[in-house]
């Protein structure tokens, strides 16, 4: 249990962000944040916003201030007893100004995305000629330095090589974000931007979903004074397995279960086939490798968990992108698993984080899991 509480840490800013004013600061009454293994990070702040004064006589204070304006960054820290995190570093892409006739209650909102945002903004069409996708992808993202995106380890084996006789490889018609995506998704990579673990500092990442850290404290149900998990649920779908066939010079292969490390002793059974053709720009890359992401995929979504904890109690933040462990919930859902989602929602008095989880199948691995 932390009884010290959880501390909030606002920067803002267009070319270097720093600390918010004590207005700007005493005026925010919410933020939301929200981390997925796959796309953009996102997040929503609203503040409370009121004429008090004459300053604010021709329009609300808030509204003039530039660092609440469209593309100024927005740094989010919270500290835990000592050390703070980044919770996360983006850019105000909108506005919404929401007037009452209630004293009190008007309010203006804005949200906005991860850096990666800024990746997003202009179609291009490059060539690349004979390079690998990771060495392309280490090419575009180098190109957002100021935005302090550090350089990510490539991913092992090194993907699929392009030779000179193949011709060259052109970005078509994509944002750099778009094709960076579009890259990974030929690999069953995930792309995504990571802050931390310092302000101004961001983390790319482009590879396999990582399945290989050390699990994070576990979330505990069901557990007593132990307890930090304030609700969770867990859905199996017994027909999200797929077996995936493709033909590779006239000739049908199949691939049927995961090259990754399990999380359960119970893998459910593939029941579904589904064909996969070459289209879309995947005869690029071998068949194989996007039959092998699909059938990934299919597995991860067989057994769910969706719940709320609370932050005080698991005294940190659950990262998502990397493995958890679980207890209290039985023999069959304890374990290990795969946090795909986290939303944070943060406001005077209350930090609370709701999450899904994922894996492909039942049953724990081991008889107990590190607290």
Known sequence: MNLLGVHLTLWLGRNEPSPASVFVAEALQSVEVTHTDQGTS????????????????????????????????????VRFAIAPQVLMDGIITNQQLSPSNEPGASTFTVTGE???????????RRPFPAQSDNVIVAQLIAGYGQYGIAPFPLPTPVPYVRSPQEGTQ????????????????????????TPGPAPRVNRAYWGPPNRL???????SLNMGPNTNVDSINFR????????????????????????????????????????????????????????????NESLDEVVTANGELDALRYNGLLQPRTLVDLRGAGRSYDGQYYVKSVTHRISKGMYKQSFTLTREGTGSLTPFVRP
């Open 213 to 219: 850290d050390i699990p994070q404290s576990a979330l």
């Open 42 to 77: 996102g997040f929503q702040l609203m503040f409370h916003i009121g004429r008090s004064s004459i300053i604010d006589l021709m329009d609300y204070r808030l509204l003039k201030n530039d660092d609440l304006k469209p593309f100024s960054r927005v740094i989010l820290l």
């Open 236 to 295: 199996y779908n017994a027909l999200a397995p797929n077996r995936i066939k493709f033909a590779v010079d006239r000739i049908d292969q199949i691939i049927e279960a995961s090259n990754r490390s399990p999380l359960v002793s119970n893998r459910a059974e593939l029941r579904r086939t589904k064909i996969l053709s070459e289209i879309g720009g995947l005869n690029s890359s071998p068949l194989s490798d996007r039959a092998q992401s699909m059938v």
């Open 170 to 193: 052109h970005q078509p018609n994509y944002t750099d974000r778009a094709y960076i995506q579009e890259l990974a998704s030929r690999h069953g990579f995930v792309f995504y931007i």
């Open 114 to 124: 991860d850096v990666s945002v800024m990746m997003d903004l202009e179609e291009k």
